[in-house]
């Protein structure tokens, strides 16, 4: 097989479908020099990509462009390109059917690649007499815009075809990343918890959509929040990715759907598409309060010693608290003491000594990542003036989860209300739940990258680059994972497959491993 990719000029790009992102594929060509045959069995979306076509390339002053793109309803006019990308919608026959016609159509020397998001190519490339030229290109949407394209070799896959495709996604000025094919690739998998959590947070009624995105904006530094990235990929496309993963792993738990997002279909709402999803379209969507100024607090915090010590410190203290980690025997007037152990008996014995040694009204706040607030309630007596917190996000985000009680007098929650604002954080008040909000999410990412890298999906570094390219993550969830430190991660997970039995939440052996050495080498 010789393939005819020479320069970027010489690039004859077929495009089958015309939608979402056969036509983002189509500008991305045009832009970067190619001529584009685009075909659809729909002249309705000819048509409107051809006016999506017009309009960007004017707006980007490259009208002249539009002349090396042939719009056809006839398949075989992609006979004399040397590349094929399909993207057609996500349905494996559909796609099969037509790797077999391009088969016939083609001659050996075209590349084949299909966009799929989830399906196996190597089930797709086995449609074709010459499964050797079939591949995945996978592109991110906006297709234009993403700098991401995912190649997946199918297992039939010749070594000349990647190496083609890897050198046609650089003369579009994409990054590519090779990865196995497995059930959604590298991002498609990696954040599927991203969204399975946040509804499963939604369900349980930890949080309102609104509070859960905001808190992944606001809190963990995310362009998007999970709601906010299913109403602009579509419900009906991000339930179908998570229902081929589920059907393909043979019902994996992590991949499990859910139930709201069913029930959205049913009604028609399928985010910005439909004008309602999650959200609605035709109300003024409100924007985000910025941090509260740090106020200069007055007072003393009690910390105890512990990892975080030296970041809380620091934040208390920019505030203008002065900050104590021991308590003398005739104590200074402490304004609110903040509990965080490593270990479970550690917090315990931490909130035993503090419930003796300080006045009653003194509030104490419980770190509840890894141990739910109930659980340390029955380990204190004056439960009236204990509350939990979210230690993991606490130091670095601009909104902090602090979890009340039934307990919880008002007073007391009025007065952490005001100590976390006068520290320049907006309080997000939630009942106890499992690892509450951020560190579900985030652990459950982490664990799912490690999977991934454990079946060689892909390597840490390309695993954590495409989430970055792909999903606009902030950062890779592995190297997240290492700076958080893998035992605490694993912590987490634990605790939330203990409180909640269910096997979605079981570590990745690797990320174990990882948590042992760590601890081992310390
Ligand atoms: P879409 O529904 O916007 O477009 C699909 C197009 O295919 C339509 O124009 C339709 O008329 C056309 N079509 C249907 N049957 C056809 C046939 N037999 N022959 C030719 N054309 C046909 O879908 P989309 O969002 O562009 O998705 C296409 C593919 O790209 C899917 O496999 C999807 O999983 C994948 N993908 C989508 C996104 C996304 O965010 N939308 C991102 C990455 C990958």
């Known amino acids: 097989m010789t393939l005819q990719i020479i320069t970027p000029y010489s690039v004859q790009l077929g495009v089958v479908g ?11 060509a045009l832009l ?73 159509i083609c001659p050996p020397s075209t590349i084949l690649a299909t966009n799929t998001s989830t399906l196996s190519v190597t089930a797709i490339a086995a ?109 009906d496309v991000n339930f179908s990715a998570t229902q081929s993963m589920y059907e393909q792993t043979f019902g994996e738990p992590r991949y499990r759907p859910h139930p709201i997002q069913t029930r959205l279909i049913q009604q028609g709402h399928l985010g910005q598409k439909t004008g309602q999803g999650f959200y609605r379209y035709d109300l003024p969507t409100p924007a985000d309060p910025p941090p509260p100024p740090i106020l200069g607090g007055k007072g003393t915090i009690y910390l105890t010693p512990g990892s975080w010590a030296p970041s809380l410190a620091t934040l208390c203290q920019k505030a203008g608290y002065q900050v104590v980690h021991h308590l003398p025997p005739d104590a200074v007037e402490i304004s609110v003491a903040i509990a965080q152990a490593g270990t479970q008996e550690g917090l315990r014995q931490q909130l035993r000594e503090m419930e003796h040694l300080l006045p009653t009204h003194i509030p104490i706040m419980c770190p509840c990542a890894e141990v739910t607030l109930a659980e340390a309630l029955t380990w204190v007596s004056h439960k009236e003036r204990l509350a939990g917190y979210d230690g993991l996000f606490f130091a670095t985000g601009q909104m902090v989860t602090l979890v009340a009680s039934s307990f919880l007098t008002p007073r007391t929650q009025e007065i952490l209300g005001k100590f976390v604002r006068s520290l320049g954080r907006l309080p997000l008040w939630i009942e106890d739940s499992p690892a509450l909000i951020l560190p579900r999410l985030m652990c459950a990412l982490a664990n799912e990258a490690v999977f991934a890298l454990q079946e060689r999906v892909a390597t840490a570094d390309q695993i954590d680059l495409a989430m970055q390219l ?43 491993r990882w948590a042992r050495l760590e601890q081992a080498n310390l």
Do not use: C
């Not at 015309?18 to 991305?28: C, D, K, P, V």
């Not at 796609?95 to 088969?103: I, T």
């Not at 050797?132 to 070594?159: C, K, S």
């Not at 990343?177 to 991203?194: E, K, L, Q, S, Y």
């Open 18 to 28: 015309a939608g979402t992102m056969g036509r983002g594929i189509a500008l991305s």
């Open 32 to 104: 970067n020099a190619m001529t584009v045959i685009l075909y659809d069995i729909s002249p309705a979306m000819l048509q409107s990509a051809h006016e999506y076509l017009r309009a960007h390339l004017e707006r980007k002053g490259r009208l002249h462009t539009l002349a090396n793109l042939t719009l056809t309803a006839q398949l075989e006019h992609l006979h004399g390109a040397n590349v094929v990308i399909e993207a057609v919608p996500e349905d494996l026959e559909l796609k099969q059917n037509l790797f077999a016609r391009l088969d016939q």
């Open 127 to 235: 449609a074709a007499q010459t499964p050797q030229r079939v591949i995945g290109m996978h592109f991110f949407n906006p297709a234009p815009v993403m700098p991401l394209v995912e190649v997946i070799p199918a297992a039939q896959t010749a070594d000349e075809t990647v190496q083609a495709v890897l050198a046609l996604a650089e003369r579009l000025g994409k990054t590519p990343i090779v990865a196995r094919d497995t059930p959604g690739f590298i991002v498609n998998r990696v954040a599927r918890p991203f969204y399975g959590e946040a509804l499963r947070l939604l369900g349980e009624g930890v949080a309102s959509v609104e509070e859960i995105d905001r808190l992944v904006r606001l809190g963990a530094g995310f362009r998007m929040g999970p709601f906010q990235l299913m109403d602009l990929i579509g419900i």
């Open 470 to 512: 792909g999903a606009n993550y902030p950062h890779g969830p592995l190297t997240w994972a290492k700076s958080l430190g893998y035992e605490k991660v694993v912590r987490v997970l634990d605790h939330l497959h203990a409180e909640l039995g269910e096997e979605r939440y079981r570590v990745a052996p690797l990320l174990r």
